[in-house]
């Protein structure tokens, strides 16, 4: 199936006109790191294009808007979604795409809806938009350029380090922590079920 059937360009218009300036820029950057995430680890280009160019597509709408389509798409919405609605961008996005964008290949709407919390297990598309939605260019953290470093051969191991880093924040912040972070944690420290490629044969 294809996962975009028109031109990027036009997918990209349609998406800029959702999203600050700012929320662009990023997904610009994010475009550009799961591209490179992608060649490197022989996952499908162009649908790491297309899914980093979706990714963020309900990201700006109002909290109660996102609760409310949740709930009219029929998502069991757990109470940490429901103190932190802004958790439902990525599930949400992945069910408004096909009517605003065209964009209906499974594979990517499921990358589209794990990006934010990860998700156990995790297809190497998965992993290459999480991913690059932490390290992307326009990204400046205390950490991202370890982090960068080993995106470089490790996706699996990135993706690990990204999610325990999340999981340090929101301890810090007191927040809720959902449920599907510490899942992707487990399962992403755990080896199980790990899609071929994603640690790349040490340089000889
Ligand atoms: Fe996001
Ligand atoms: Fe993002």
Do not use: K
């Not at 059937?5 to 550009?32: D, F, I, K, W």
């Not at 990201?59 to 439902?88: I, K, N, S, T, W």
């Not at 370890?146 to 929101?170: P, W």
Request: charged share 30%; glycine share 8%.
């Amino acid at each position: 199936m294809a996962s975009y059937p028109g031109e990027l360009s036009e997918l990209c218009r349609r998406v800029v006109r959702r999203l600050s300036p700012a929320r662009y820029r990023h997904t610009e950057g994010v475009l550009q790191a799961a591209r490179t995430l992608a060649g490197r680890y022989g996952a499908d280009v162009r649908r790491a294009e297309v899914a980093a160019i979706v990714h963020d597509l309900e990201r700006e709408r109002p909290a109660g808007e996102l609760l409310r389509l949740a709930e009219g798409f029929g998502f069991p919405v757990h109470a940490v979604e429901r103190d932190r609605p802004m958790l439902l961008h990525g599930p949400v996005a992945a069910r408004t795409a096909p009517a605003e964008l065209g964009v209906t290949d499974p594979e990517v709407l499921r990358a589209v809806a794990v990006h934010t919390t990860g998700a156990a297990p995790m297809s190497l598309l998965d992993q290459v938009i999480y991913l690059a939605d932490y390290i992307e260019p326009g990204r400046d953290f205390p950490g991202v350029a370890e982090l960068r470093r080993l995106a470089e051969r490790d996706l699996r191991g990135a993706c690990l380090a990204a999610t325990e880093a999340t999981l340090r924040y929101v301890l810090s912040r007191r927040e809720l922590i959902h449920p599907r972070t510490v899942e992707a944690r487990n399962w992403l420290l755990s080896g199980l079920g790990e899609p071929e490629g994603t640690r790349l044969a040490e340089p000889e």
